[in-house]
């Protein structure tokens, strides 16, 4: 098994964005060891406060957001960061070469239930004359991105990346402190009959998923022919992390439970970076109206709707729409 910094290098990846990267993951052992200590540090719940998303924080949320900023930010390669968790962008050293977004702990509902969450994370070469102050730095389109991954604090701490030459499994090693590499080029199988959504917003989708998710249901009685499974862990990396596996659909599509936002995960440190693994894994990654990463961002906070996973299978969801 091979270590990170070795493994990229097989990739042709930059010096410089493998010391980013490298920062990026001391940030995520960091949190590690914060997530398996929480219940012990008082760490458990939430906070009396709102994030600009308007969902209360919980105290673990607060904590890797100010690990990651600011680890990162000292790093003195990256330009500015945004992260889920701060009103807007956020300069670094006006010199820096790359940007990153991130969501510091994806499926924090989870914490204290002792289930899977995980750290989001994209990084975009920096815009060399605009100032790190500013927010249009971020609307570059997720075909833009030289590096998307995710942590996963699971039983084990896992790494999943991409620098665009395939999509990598890591694995922490806690006797050295290193990621090591346990699977190269992941592919997601075309076919499926797993599918991951969360079925208490079904009375609110829109008629072609309605009709798409019901079919599925059916199982082998209904006009698929075959019986389907639905798994949901309601955390976006776990989720992805099944497909990226075993394969499978996930999609978060659009609804009218709330006319104001229709769509429920974010562009830029959610759906972009999923997108790129997910791709480079062989599956596809789509809105009902085209693929993620050729969106053209409006704001760091964008949301999106998402249909990602096995290829054949995103294909077939989307005929409904057609």
Aim: net charge negative; aromatic share 8%; charged share 25%.
């Amino acid at each position: 098994m091979q270590r990170l910094a070795p493994a990229l290098r097989d990739d042709d990846v930059p010096l410089d964005l493998i010391s980013l990267i490298k920062t990026i993951l001391a940030a995520t052992k960091e949190i590690s060891f914060r997530v398996s200590q929480a219940q012990l540090g008082g760490l458990m719940g939430s906070t009396l406060d709102e994030n600009i998303q308007g969902e209360i924080q919980k105290k673990l949320d607060v904590v890797a957001n100010e690990l990651f900023k600011d680890i990162v930010l000292e790093s003195g390669f990256v330009k500015a960061i945004s992260s889920e968790e701060e009103d807007t962008s956020v300069a670094g050293d006006e010199n820096g070469k790359f940007l990153v977004s991130f969501d510091p702990l994806d499926g924090s509902s989870n914490i204290d239930i002792n289930s899977l969450i995980g750290t989001i994370f994209s990084i975009h070469e920096a815009i060399p004359e605009m100032a790190a102050d500013s927010p249009d730095q971020f609307k570059q389109a997720g075909h833009k991105q030289v590096c998307a991954g995710y942590v996963l604090y699971g039983p084990s701490t896992m790494l999943v990346m991409t620098t665009g030459k395939g999509t990598h499994f890591y694995v922490l090693d806690r006797t050295h402190g290193g990621y090591l590499l346990v699977e190269r080029n992941v592919q997601v199988p075309k076919d499926t009959r797993e599918f991951a959504i969360n079925m208490s917003n079904q009375r609110f989708w829109e008629a072609p998923m309605q009709n798409y998710i019901a079919d599925l249901v059916a199982g082998d009685a209904g006009p698929r022919g075959e019986y389907f499974n639905m798994r949901w862990i309601a955390a976006m990396v776990g989720d992805i992390h099944r497909v990226l596996s075993r394969g499978g659909i996930f999609t978060y599509p659009a609804d009218n439970k709330n006319p104001d936002k229709p769509y429920k995960l974010r562009l830029m440190y959610e759906a972009n970076p999923m997108s790129f693994l997910i791709e480079q894994a062989g599956g596809l990654a789509m809105t009902s109206k085209g693929r993620i990463m050729d969106i053209a961002p409006t704001d760091i906070h964008q949301r999106v709707e998402v249909i990602m996973g096995s290829a054949n299978e995103v294909e077939k969801c989307l005929s409904y729409y057609k």
